[in-house]
């Protein structure tokens, strides 16, 4: 049964106004967030994820609840249109969660007429439609130097891929930018280091040109990569060797990928997932120098390799799919986090 925010529920929390913790996750409350909630300034976390709140997210929210470091929202059915505008007076928040909305929100993306102070540490957002014909990466993450978990997903935004966003905050340890419609090549600084990145998502999109050469010499604990349903081509960087001893998934299917795979590759023995799939990839396939103890789901389907697979890699004590190429991975994204608030 659903529960609905009246002015008596209101009165009830009239006695709760000098909290600094709220959460409210994962209940059957519906309706719009109630107006009471903005009497509570001393508020520093708000939880009101996985419930049945509706209509407008209203800007006053941020304005009145000044004190927050932590605000989720994840998980309900807003509607209407949604400015970062709104975050103008927050300049304590750290974490931004609204993922999982029901409907899909109108987001502005062109340039806010502010200066944002806050420093995020956690951002995620997902299923909003631009409210411009071309929707961008809003231009205030342009300020953010702290952030370790960013995700913007299933939002319909074009342009350059922001690798900015890699270059301005390099203790990223997840980037998930899925299903938009990025373009341009995955160029990074070659001077750059990340030793905390862990998963890195930027799968269905329309990105092309090559994979970094050094590569692995930028992330070299990154356990998770997918950048499949692009239009990426070149070799596999060797320097894949470098998160040999991390790497566990590795997903390139649908691109244009070309050449033999890397010594470097075939030999990662903490590889769970290797998605080759729909690319034009040749030599032999997964030779008996090949090491995979870990290996249990392995797609080489429409590439060009020749030979036979290894017999000691098909007995693999986790080796779950025998017929390579056969069946798909049906996961659209890899959700081996969560992230406490």
Not at 58 to 75: A, I, Q, R, V
Not at 154 to 161: A, D, F
Not at 301 to 311: H, L
Request: glycine fraction near 6%; include cysteine; aromatic fraction near 10%.
């Amino acid at each position: 049964m659903l529960v609905r925010s009246s002015p008596m529920a209101c009165a009830n929390w009239q006695a709760l106004a000098s909290l600094e913790t709220l959460s409210i996750s994962g209940n059957e409350l519906a309706g719009s967030i109630p107006r009471c909630l903005f009497n509570m300034t001393t508020l520093h976390t708000l939880d009101l994820s996985y419930n049945h709140f509706g209509g407008a997210i209203p800007p006053s929210l941020f304005s009145s609840l000044k004190l927050l470091e932590s605000l989720s929202l994840s998980g309900n059915a807003f509607e209407g249109s949604f400015s970062f505008a709104s975050l103008a007076n927050s300049s304590r928040l750290k974490a931004f969660d609204l993922i999982d909305n029901y409907h899909r929100l109108s987001l502005e993306t062109e340039d806010a007429p502010y200066a944002s102070s806050c420093q995020l540490v956690l951002f995620r957002l997902s299923n909003c439609i631009p409210s411009s014909t071309h929707g961008f990466v809003p231009s205030f993450l342009m300020e953010q130097h702290d952030l370790e978990i960013f995700e913007l997903f299933n939002c319909r935004l074009e342009g350059k891929l922001p690798s900015w966003l890699l270059e301005n905050n390099t203790n990223l340890a997840f980037f998930n930018l899925m299903g938009n419609s990025f373009s341009g090549n995955f160029s990074l600084n070659s001077s750059l280091t990340n030793s905390n990145m862990q998963l890195i998502d930027l799968s269905s999109n329309s990105l092309e040109g090559e994979l970094p050469s050094y590569f692995g010499n930028i992330f070299p604990y990154l356990g998770n990569l997918n950048v499949s349903g692009n239009s990426m081509q070149g070799r596999i960087p060797s320097s894949m060797c470098l998160t040999g001893r991390f790497l566990m998934m590795l997903d390139l299917s649908t691109n244009r990928f070309i050449g033999e795979l890397p010594e470097q590759l075939i030999g990662c023995e903490t590889l769970l997932y290797l998605i080759l799939a729909n690319n034009n990839l040749s030599g032999q396939i997964l030779p008996r120098a090949a090491n995979m103890p870990s290996l249990n789901y392995l797609s080489l389907s429409d590439n060009q390799f020749y030979g036979e697979i290894s017999t000691g890699l098909l007995n693999s004590p986790d080796f779950m799919f025998q017929q390579i190429g056969i069946r798909e991975f049906t996961s659209s994204r890899w959700d081996i986090y969560n992230i406490p608030l």
